[in-house]
């Protein structure tokens, strides 16, 4: 690993957020600022040491847009990249790619924040800070908690990936420094960011936090990030199913049941918090900062959703039109009285496909039919938003909605919030639906109730679920609540990879649907888009090829 040598010059840019210092206060760039500078032993307000940490809050996860212009679902069964040239999120979903060409690549960026952290979190107790919480916590201390939650997040997301990952802990390297570190274990790992959660949960601000301190980590979001990781470590794909035996490396070298109950008990203590609620319009949870949300890396107040995906016809605004739901996607979201598509008695006429859905489908797809500014949209073969011919248009007959605003019947787009929401309360619920349900030999009334407390916000009437389910039914059923609940949140693609089914759920062909409007009446039919590929290495990431050819000490990943 090759780190920039900070112990002189500050040499990352900076971003600003909302909570950064003015910039009055700024006598020079922090770029280009000394440590001592940062850190001043006689800087009672730590303007400068705050601005710092602002700056590391840049290298959390961001969502959208994101793999070369596209969402990372678009590498899924859910969605396809409309860009008629698009190689990077593509070759994800057909598994073209390589260790020197992974388009979902976080390492450098990763070890980056990870680095920048751990500066912070060594030198910010040099700053004489007199500030404390209402609750008398010093900022020293919410700030270092801050730091570390940061950097455990970010090191979740390497994992997530790639599986263990060599742990730099506190120590900040050099470059005259043995950088070339070996693979921690994957247990080690988690223990390590599980034990960070641990260490600040206390130390962070107190929910509900104001606007004011908004993306700022609080209890809950520690919470929220142990509750996701110990979840991912009980699943099939680590809890012993590892990809190559026992390398402990990929995962836990043995299978223990016990691991379900530490991901119960985590998703229970936000819950146990009583402080989050589900917000009751599905719509609004991605437009307004509410409720429902744990922790939200800030975004922008702009159209830059509604701009890259939405349906290409409208002259009243400039849309791209970037992303393409599947059919797949589409037959995934059941009828509104909560039965799946397939059931005879669920009411869905094929004649008439979009009537009667459940509401989530109308706030996630956009079908031929629904409603956009003062207009249907039109993507039937030669309608406005498939025009057919060279530009840029849906490849599947769809386009997504999830994420704009309310611009059903507005003339033109206003500007909206656009966060990227990395925790909300709806996953908790499916979080411990999920490891409850694995841990019991059948389903109880508190797996029930967290499923249906989801079911009844999406107005399925009747939104509860049938008695007497077995264990694999109500796996189902969770699986399919993630995949509506949660499209295009960047769960699937890693969904799918940690219950081990990639393997037949990304092997499958994709499918459009073909729409023409005929003088007789609408004539529909389904065609393939392309046929995924998944191998059994695919479950993890690459280590990347220059991280490998330049450290003896890394370990590929198995068939990289």
């Known amino acids: 690993m090759k780190f920039i040598n900070l112990t ?59 793999v070369g212009g596209d969402f990372l679902d678009a590498a899924t069964d859910d969605a396809v990249s409309s860009n008629p040239t698009n190689t990077s999120v593509q070759q994800l979903a057909l598994g073209t790619y390589s260790s020197d060409s992974y388009h979902d690549n976080f390492w450098t960026s990763g070890y980056e924040g990870i680095r920048r952290t751990s500066i912070f979190i060594q030198n910010i107790d040099r700053v004489p800070l007199k500030g404390r919480l209402a609750n008398g916590t010093p900022f020293n201390r919410v700030w270092k908690g801050e730091a570390r939650f940061v950097r455990a997040m ?25 950088i070339n570190l070996p693979r921690n274990k994957f247990e080690e790992c988690i223990d390590f960011i599980v034990s960070e959660c641990d260490l600040v949960k206390d130390s962070l601000h107190v929910d509900p936090i104001s606007l004011t301190l908004y993306g700022r980590p609080t209890k809950a979001a520690a919470l929220a990030l142990k509750s996701r990781v110990l979840l991912y470590a009980a699943s099939p794909l680590f809890n012993g199913g590892n990809i190559d035996g026992q390398n402990p490396l990929t995962g836990y070298a043995t299978m223990d049941a016990t691991r379900w109950q530490s991901a119960e008990n985590a998703a229970k203590a936000i819950m146990d918090l009583e402080l989050f609620a589900l917000e009751s319009d599905f719509r609004n949870i991605f437009i307004s900062r509410n409720n429902e949300r744990i922790f939200s890396k800030q975004g922008g107040n702009n159209t830059s959703y509604e701009n890259n995906n939405g349906p290409i016809g409208y002259s009243s605004a400039l849309n791209n039109g970037r992303t393409s739901p599947t059919q797949e996607l589409v037959d995934a979201f059941g009828m509104e009285n909560g039965l799946p598509i397939t059931d005879p008695n669920s009411g869905y006429d094929e004649n008439n496909p979009y009537l009667g859905r459940d509401k989530r489908f109308y706030a996630t797809i956009f079908y031929s039919g629904a409603m956009w500014l003062n207009r249907p949209v039109q993507t039937y073969e030669g309608g406005a938003d498939k025009p057919g011919g060279s530009r840029q248009q849906t490849k599947t007959g769809y386009y997504l909605r999830k994420f704009m605003g309310n611009f059903e019947t507005a003339s033109n787009y206003s500007n909206t919030n656009h966060d990227h929401i990395l925790f909300r309360y709806a996953e908790t619920l499916l979080n411990f639906a999920e490891a409850r349900n694995e841990r019991l030999a059948v389903p109880d009334l ?41 499209a295009f949140e960047e769960h699937r693609f890693y969904d799918v990879r940690r219950w081990k089914l990639a393997e037949e759920e990304f092997n499958k062909e994709l499918h459009a649907a073909i729409i023409y409007q005929a003088g007789t009446g609408v004539i529909r039919q389904t065609a393939v888009v392309y046929k995924m590929n998944f191998e059994n290495r695919m479950y993890l990431a690459p280590i990347p090829f220059n991280e490998v050819v330049k450290n003896p000490n890394m370990v590929q990943n198995p068939g990289w």
């Open 154 to 178: 970010l090191y979740f997301e390497l994992v997530k990936r790639h599986g263990g990952v060599p742990l730099l802990y506190d120590k900040v390297y050099q470059l005259n420094d043995d």
């Open 8 to 66: 002189g010059v500050i040499l990352i840019g900076l971003a600003v957020l909302t909570y950064s210092c003015k910039s009055d206060l700024e006598t020079e760039p922090i770029e280009l600022q000394t440590l001592e500078e940062i850190f001043n032993v006689k800087d009672s307000v730590g303007a400068n040491a705050e601005r710092f940490l602002a700056d590391s809050y840049r290298f959390l996860p961001s969502t959208g847009n994101r």
């Open 446 to 486: 508190a797996v029930y109730q967290a499923v249906e407390r989801i079911r009844e916000r999406a107005e399925l009437n009747p939104y509860s679920l049938p008695l007497g389910l077995t264990k694999i039914q109500m796996r189902e059923i969770i699986q399919n609540e993630r995949r509506k609940e949660l």
